[in-house]
């Protein structure tokens, strides 16, 4: 067959290729760095879930890598520094402009500490580089320095000494030329993207905390290097920011019920001021709801009821109960039929006659805050990153990442769930609602049935998201706690065995021998929880990062990692402050559960990412053929 039959499909592919590799030695030079890379171990991969606006703890586990650092840092000088030397550069990395400020104001910070420094962190950063590509390496290096820290880095004796006395002429520069600090905080930079290669947030970054903003915010400054799996409070933001009414009333219900005006005024630029006027002059003072939570609850509760009559599919006619409201006796009818007394009869907004309708003066302040929110510019900014850097679910070097659920039966099945004029289960299904919501904020107002489906995914008892039936008038109006129970979807029981994880790998074409990584639930030590389920197969790492969850959960959070010598769970104790940390050193405590160590190392070649490079490599070598059998012509 004629060679340019054979490349006639791929020859445009190929002429595009050639314009990157023109000619044979650049395709050969590829080829030998492509190789060379699939021999290197892989990279640290750093899972966290369910930060839920706790900016500091956030912080300090991004900043020691869930304690990864401070073993690397043990490794390297564990010879030849003390424990607290060891534990004062820890700082140092973790909190560059801090720990040096307060040097400063010490008077502590000599040429003799600065050396020092400079010394031991160029130590641990060329110890971190040699497990990449010096191409690779570069790319991580802060700008501003890139060519200086590039050489130290890549220093070693010679004959002479002639590399070593370069390399110490470079750092008496540095000292000489006042640069100093800003070297020190590039070199801690470096360390801590050498340290972890990709972070994976398994959702919920938003509500109960007070720092999402500034969490989004330094989100942004990692671009690339980390993915997002949408948790049902994030989906909750989005479909907000995208101008669904009943989820911007629920952001608000959720962080003034924690106290978080910040985010809602200062963050985003959202006025609450006519919501607070309404509220005051409308409900009643002096009861344990508040006028503000009142006024609230109640726009909440017609706007959903509105979006469930449109869609009886859902099966959620369960939460229409302000029809259900006795005001004469003081009771609501619940859907099992019990009457219960309410903690409170002010509804003055309520018609018994049209119970879900909005009154003039809710309209226009619900109208009002859809406006704010669609056109808040940092929120946008914000919500573009969870969907450029975001899905519903990943499959990641044969790990499952999701947030919540894969909806199922009592049986074991995957639920079907009418989407429209069709019904999905599995991961069909989650395809699906990743579709559904891209499509939400892609056309917004203009189209409210997506709109609707991300108030579903919010709370809706069959969201892979949520997966939870949320009981939020009950636990507003009733105090008999027996009526909060919220039922959790099968899924939630069925993944303790290890067959039904199993099913669900292989749904989403990943081999039975890896892992389902899930967030969502707080795993509750207290009670003798575990993280590590079915035998392995499921890894739940929603510890507890946010501070209400802290006497439930015993600790402050699970984070995972996954280096090329195996997976380890870390168990972090409570993080007490930026302040302690820089004072007295003092680190988050873990304990690391090694529970799926390998026998030989995992490679870049064992990766998707080894995978991806040994498909460029056979492209170039049909480039290569090309070239040599004249199909292209080679190009100086």
């Given at each position: 067959?004629?060679?340019?039959?054979?490349?006639?499909?791929?020859?445009?592919?190929?002429?595009l290729?050639?314009?990157?590799f023109p000619?044979?030695?650049?395709?050969?030079?590829?080829?030998?760095?492509l190789?060379?890379?699939?021999?290197?171990?892989?990279?640290?991969?750093?899972?966290?879930?369910?930060?839920?606006?706790?900016y500091?703890?956030?912080m300090?586990i991004?900043?020691?890598?869930s304690?990864?650092?401070?073993?690397h840092?043990?490794?390297?000088?564990?010879?030849?520094?003390?424990?607290?030397?060891?534990?004062?550069?820890?700082?140092?990395?973790?909190?560059?402009?801090e720990?040096l400020?307060?040097?400063?104001?010490a008077?502590?910070?000599?040429?003799?500490?600065y050396r020092?420094?400079?010394?031991?962190?160029i130590?641990?950063?060329r110890?971190?580089?040699?497990?990449?590509?010096?191409?690779?390496?570069?790319?991580?290096?802060?700008?501003?320095?890139?060519?200086?820290i590039?050489?130290?880095?890549?220093?070693?004796p010679?004959?002479?000494?002639?590399?070593v006395r370069?390399?110490?002429?470079?750092?008496?520069?540095?000292l000489?030329?006042a640069?100093t600090?800003?070297?020190?905080?590039?070199?801690?930079?470096?360390?801590?993207?050498?340290?972890?290669d990709?972070l994976h947030?398994?959702?919920?970054?938003?509500?109960?905390g007070?720092?999402?903003?500034?969490i989004?915010?330094?989100?942004?400054?990692?671009?690339?290097?980390?993915d997002i799996?949408?948790?049902?409070?994030?989906?909750l933001?989005?479909?907000a920011?995208?101008?669904?009414?009943?989820?911007i009333?629920?952001?608000?219900?959720n962080?003034?019920?924690?106290?978080?005006?910040?985010?809602?005024?200062?963050?985003?630029?959202?006025?609450?001021?006519?919501?607070?006027?309404?509220?005051?002059r409308?409900?009643?003072?002096?009861e344990?709801i508040?006028?503000?939570?009142?006024?609230i609850?109640v726009?909440?509760f017609?706007?959903?009821?509105?979006?469930?009559a449109r869609h009886?599919?859902?099966?959620?006619e369960e939460?229409?109960?302000l029809?259900?409201?006795?005001?004469?006796?003081g009771t609501?009818r619940?859907?099992?039929?019990?009457i219960?007394?309410?903690?409170?009869?002010?509804?003055?907004?309520v018609?018994p006659?049209?119970?879900?309708?909005?009154t003039?003066?809710?309209?226009?302040i619900?109208?009002?805050?859809?406006?704010?929110?669609?056109?808040s510019?940092?929120?946008?900014?914000?919500?573009?990153f969870?969907?450029s850097?975001?899905?519903?679910?990943?499959?990641?070097?044969e790990?499952l990442?999701?947030?919540?659920?894969?909806?199922?039966?009592?049986d074991?099945?995957?639920?079907?769930?009418?989407?429209g004029?069709?019904?999905?289960?599995?991961?069909?299904?989650l395809?699906?609602?990743?579709?559904?919501?891209?499509?939400?904020?892609?056309?917004?107002?203009d189209?409210?049935?997506?709109?609707d489906?991300?108030w579903?995914?919010?709370?809706?008892?069959k969201?892979?998201?949520?997966?939870?039936l949320?009981?939020?008038?009950?636990?507003?109006?009733?105090?008999?706690?027996s009526?909060?129970?919220?039922?959790?979807?099968?899924y939630f029981?069925?993944?303790?065995?290890?067959?039904?994880?199993?099913?669900?790998?292989?749904?989403?074409?990943?081999?039975?021998?890896?892992?389902?990584i899930?967030?969502?639930?707080?795993v509750?030590?207290?009670?003798?929880e575990?993280?590590?389920?079915?035998?392995?197969?499921?890894?739940?790492?929603?510890?507890?990062?946010?501070?209400?969850?802290?006497p439930?959960?015993?600790?402050a959070?699970?984070t995972?990692?996954?280096?090329?010598?195996?997976?380890?769970?870390?168990?972090?104790?409570?993080f007490?402050?930026?302040?302690?940390?820089?004072?007295r050193?003092?680190d988050i405590?873990s304990?690391?559960?090694?529970?799926?160590?390998?026998?030989s190392?995992?490679?870049?070649?064992?990766?998707?990412?080894?995978?991806?490079i040994?498909?460029?490599?056979?492209?170039?070598?049909r480039?290569?053929?090309?070239y040599?059998?004249?199909?292209?012509?080679?190009?100086?």
């Open positions: 067959m004629p060679v340019s039959d054979v490349y006639g499909r791929d020859l445009k592919y190929l002429q290729l050639s314009h990157q000619n044979e030695q650049s395709v050969f030079t590829e080829i030998i760095n190789q060379a890379i699939l021999n290197l171990p892989k990279g640290t991969e750093h899972f966290m879930s369910d930060v839920h606006g706790e500091e703890a956030f300090h991004l900043n020691n890598c304690g990864v650092i401070r073993e840092v043990d490794n390297i000088l564990g010879e030849s520094l003390s424990a607290d030397e060891r534990d004062d550069l820890c700082t140092l990395i973790y909190y560059p402009h720990k400020r307060m040097q400063r104001n008077r502590a910070d000599s040429p003799t500490w020092s420094m400079l010394g031991q962190l130590t641990v950063a110890a971190l580089s040699s497990r990449y590509t010096r191409s690779k390496v570069r790319k991580a290096i802060p700008h501003d320095f890139s060519y200086i590039d050489e130290l880095l890549h220093t070693h010679d004959e002479n000494d002639y590399r370069y390399h110490d002429r470079i750092v008496a520069s540095i000489e030329t640069a600090e800003e070297f020190i905080i590039s070199l801690a930079s470096l360390i801590k993207r050498l340290a972890v990709h947030l398994v959702g919920d970054i938003y509500d109960r007070g720092g999402s903003a500034q989004m915010d330094r989100l942004l400054e990692r671009r690339g290097r980390l799996q949408w948790g049902n409070h994030d989906i933001w989005m479909g920011a995208a101008g669904e009414p009943a989820c009333i629920s952001v608000l219900r962080n003034l019920r924690y106290n978080n005006f910040g985010i809602l005024e200062n963050d985003y630029g959202i006025s609450l001021r006519e919501l607070v006027s309404f509220a005051d409308t409900y009643r003072g002096g344990r508040t006028p503000l939570i009142k006024a609850n726009l909440l017609k706007l959903e009821g509105q979006i469930i009886p599919e859902w099966d959620m939460r229409l109960l029809d259900k409201i006795d005001l004469e006796s609501v619940l859907g099992d039929g019990k219960w007394p309410l903690v409170t009869t002010d509804f003055p907004t018609n006659e049209d119970p879900y309708a909005l003039h003066a809710e309209t226009r619900v109208d009002k805050l859809v406006e704010e929110f669609c056109d510019k940092h929120l946008k900014t914000h919500v573009d969870l969907y850097h975001g899905s519903m679910y990943l499959a990641y070097n790990n990442l999701f947030h919540g659920c894969v909806p199922m039966n009592e074991g099945t995957f639920t079907s769930v009418r989407c004029d069709a019904y999905y289960s599995g991961k069909a299904y395809d699906f609602c990743d579709e559904i919501a891209r499509r939400a904020w892609r056309e917004g107002t189209d409210p049935e997506a709109l489906w991300m579903y995914l919010w709370i809706g008892y969201s892979p998201a949520s997966g939870r949320v009981k939020t008038f009950e636990r507003s109006y009733i105090e008999d706690r009526t909060w129970v919220e039922p959790m979807d099968p029981c069925i993944t303790k065995d290890e067959a039904a994880c199993t099913r669900i790998l292989q749904e989403f074409n990943i081999a039975p021998t890896g892992h389902i899930n967030g969502h639930t707080p509750k030590t207290v009670q003798g575990s993280p590590i389920r079915a035998n392995g197969r499921l890894l739940v790492i929603d510890g507890g990062f946010c501070r209400s969850y802290h439930k959960t015993g600790i959070g699970y995972l990692i996954y280096s090329s010598r195996g997976m380890r769970l870390k168990a972090h104790e409570a007490k402050s930026v302040h302690d940390a820089l004072t050193n003092l405590k304990e690391t559960d090694f529970f799926a160590p390998v026998t190392r995992i490679m870049v070649g064992d990766t998707d990412n080894g995978e991806e040994r498909g460029q490599i056979q492209d170039l070598r480039l290569l053929d090309a040599r059998t004249g199909l292209l012509a080679e190009r100086k």
